[in-house]
């Protein structure tokens, strides 16, 4: 029997399931053939993975199947593949899992001119890696035991995602069971010793592959890769990288020390001598904790207290530079994406190489490892500042549950003096969005009280209050020396939404405040511009802050009311907006994943921010 063997008739454009439309077949692996389809319920992308007819025939076997899937579908994380669905039709079974638009580790190696790799090159992956694995085996114990190169893919913003997650071997040790054949899933070639002989999964199965593929995507080639592989994998001591380019004539034979020692331990045939975990690996690989990108960080560069300073003068520059090309360009600023199509913009960076040192400096800061603890505040308590902010606890960071507020803002210039730098304000009108030299954050061109969410904030302005929000508590020793206030990254924005694909579940009716019926009722609404007709949520501009439900994590305001700022974990510090606003009239605004780009000088009466506190990790020197 063909393992490979799926369902035959599947062209483009067909339907399955009265749901996901197939768009374009995109791969075949070992277990089945991999489509990108359109989700038309949820309208979304996903890549469906059609599973083998010998599977679908076996009621036993399909059931188990469900349960590891079941298993997988709980992994949430930013770097791992989701899982959304075990997909069930009288004509096919398979599993529809996050559409990953980019290429597999497999795949760049293969562009590469020597086709290797250097260790510099994969160290943000790898850190990224290391925190998928140490996340799926430390708080969601499951283990993934197929991991190698072409399961390791690579989104936008170098966000490496770990895909199969746990669903590759099941399927395989599901097709042996229905076909009584020893068919491995993918190959063997990055598998332990342990797994071959079928023992029960460990974590440090995975930790044998993390090195199998760190060494083929350093050599080109997996550890054992001719003759009797099974035999090799049992007994026979690997080689070294460097043993294994020179005798491929690879340019540069060279490795870090640190890297080959920790390749060599991986490989360990007995799991006792193998690193016990991923975080170990990357500690040993010294790589940045909590990178969530491709950064090298220069830990032990001095002057780090004027990193704010540094960093800031950087973005100031870099704005200026902006402003100029935004409003004396000639070119028209860009409302949040285009209105037809999922919002998706040019790129937008904070910092250009202007400010690259600096912001260096910031992310190296950001490495919040735990969670802060607030002196005063009970373990898992809320936190209310001086400004009378409410921040919540979850996983690593503090979360401001409102979106910061007209009052905490104008407090904030009051007492600093800040001068925002020149720039107008882009407002609604009836022709369109249109900068108005007369608008600013108090006068948007629509009422605001204390309490409504501040807009019309570029991102400096907006990290201008996080710093000196930072001043003010730690003189008043309400944080310490080592927390601090700044713009949430893009993936803990993710996270304060949750598990859940938009911002009010677990409620089910969408909740917030969008474009309903009532935005267009105000004066000054674009002229035939598009609302949720069946919707009134009665604020047509902004809401007070808390004027809809919390979500799960008590955080109101995610979806709709003004964008809020957040920051992509990138060398230069992407600025992008997320969460949609009262101006939003397209539902791909309230997706957890969906990220408008806009350059960071850009003052909107639709974009506001919301703080997180954390504390600066990794380094008790500091
Ligand atoms: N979630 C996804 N999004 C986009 N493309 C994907 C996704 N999953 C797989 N692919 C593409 O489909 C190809 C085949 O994937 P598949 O998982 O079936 O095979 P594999 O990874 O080689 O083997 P294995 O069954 O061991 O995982 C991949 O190489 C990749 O290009
Ligand atoms: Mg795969």
């Known amino acids: 029997m063909d393992p490979n ?69 709980r992994l949430t994380h930013p770097n791992i593949v989701r899982i959304h669905d075990f997909i069930e039709a009288p004509e096919v079974v398979g599993i529809s899992m996050e559409y990953i638009d980019g290429p597999t580790l497999a795949q760049l190696r293969l562009e590469r001119k020597d086709k290797v790799f250097e260790a510099h090159e994969l160290a943000g992956w790898v850190a990224q890696l290391c925190e998928a694995l140490t996340y799926a085996h430390v708080d969601a114990r499951l283990v993934h035991r197929d991991l190698k190169p072409g399961n390791l893919m690579v989104a936008g913003s170098n966000r490496l995602k770990v895909a199969d997650f746990g669903i590759s071997r099941s399927l395989s040790d599901t097709i042996n069971q229905v076909t009584r054949e020893n068919i491995v899933a993918g190959t063997l070639y990055y598998m332990g010793p342990q797994q071959l002989y079928g023992e029960k999964a460990d974590p440090r199965d995975d930790i044998y592959s993390l090195g199998a593929t760190l ?104 704005v200026a530079l902006f402003v100029g090309i935004f409003f004396f360009g000639g070119r028209p600023g860009g409302e949040p994406a285009a209105q037809s199509e999922t919002p998706k913009g040019g790129s937008a960076d904070v910092a250009g190489p202007a400010g690259r040192s600096g912001v260096m400096d910031f992310i190296a800061d950001s490495a919040n490892l735990q969670l802060p603890e607030i002196p005063g505040v009970p373990e898992g308590g809320r936190f209310t500042n001086n400004l009378g902010m409410v921040l919540v606890p979850i996983e690593r960071f503090y979360c401001s549950i409102w979106e910061t507020r007209v009052g905490d803002f104008e407090k904030f210039m009051e007492v600093s003096g800040f001068t925002p730098a020149p720039g107008a304000m882009r407002v609604m009108t009836e022709n369109d969005w249109q900068p108005d030299s007369t608008a600013n954050w108090k006068n948007p061109g629509f009422e605001q009280t204390p309490e409504h969410p501040i807009c019309g904030v570029s991102v400096v302005d907006a990290l201008e209050f996080c710093r000196w929000l930072t001043e003010e508590d730690r003189g008043r020793g309400r944080i310490t020396a080592a927390q601090y206030y700044r713009l949430p990254f893009g993936d803990e924005w993710e996270t304060m939404v949750g598990p859940f694909d938009h911002p009010w579940e677990p409620q089910l009716k969408p909740q917030g ?8 009722e105000v004066p000054g609404w674009i002229r035939g511009r598009a609302t949720f007709r069946d919707m009134d949520d009665a604020f047509p501009r902004t809401a007070p802050v808390g004027s809809f439900l919390e979500n799960a994590h008590g955080v109101f305001d995610l979806g709709g009311n003004v964008f ?22 397209i539902s791909e605004y309230f997706l957890k994943q969906t990220v408008v780009n806009m350059p960071p000088a850009i003052r909107n009466s639709t974009t506001g921010f919301r703080v997180v506190l954390v504390e600066i990790g990794g380094d008790p020197a500091r």
């Not at 359109?38 to 188990?64: G, H, I, M």
Request: glycine share 6%.
């Open 5 to 73: 063997e799926t369902v035959k008739l599947m062209v483009p454009g067909q339907v399955v399931l009265d749901r996901f439309k197939l768009v374009k077949r995109i791969g075949r692996g070992g277990m089945g053939i991999v489509w990108l389809a359109r989700d038309q319920t949820l309208n979304l992308n996903v890549a469906l993975k059609f599973l083998p007819e010998a599977v679908r025939n076996d009621p036993v076997a399909l059931d188990d199947l469900k349960s590891e899937a079941r298993k997988s579908i």
């Open 215 to 318: 060494f083929d995507l350093l050599t080109g080639k997996p550890p054992f890769y001719s003759g009797d592989i099974t035999a090799q994998i049992e007994d026979k001591p690997p080689p070294t990288v460097t043993e294994r380019r020179r005798e491929f004539r690879t340019p540069n034979v060279d490795v870090p020390e640190e890297w080959e020692a920790v390749i060599s331990d991986c490989l360990q045939k007995k799991v006792e001598k193998r690193p016990q975990t991923a975080a170990e690996v990357a500690a040993r690989l010294r790589l940045p904790a909590n990178s969530g990108s491709y950064v090298v960080v220069d830990r032990e560069r001095p002057g780090r207290q004027r990193a704010w300073n540094v960093a800031l003068l950087g973005l100031l520059a870099v």
């Open 513 to 520: 405040n969008f474009a309903g019926a009532e935005a267009a």
């Open 564 to 585: 809020e700022w957040c920051i992509e974990r990138t060398p230069t510090l992407k600025a992008h907006m997320r969460g949609g606003s009262w101006d939003s009239n």
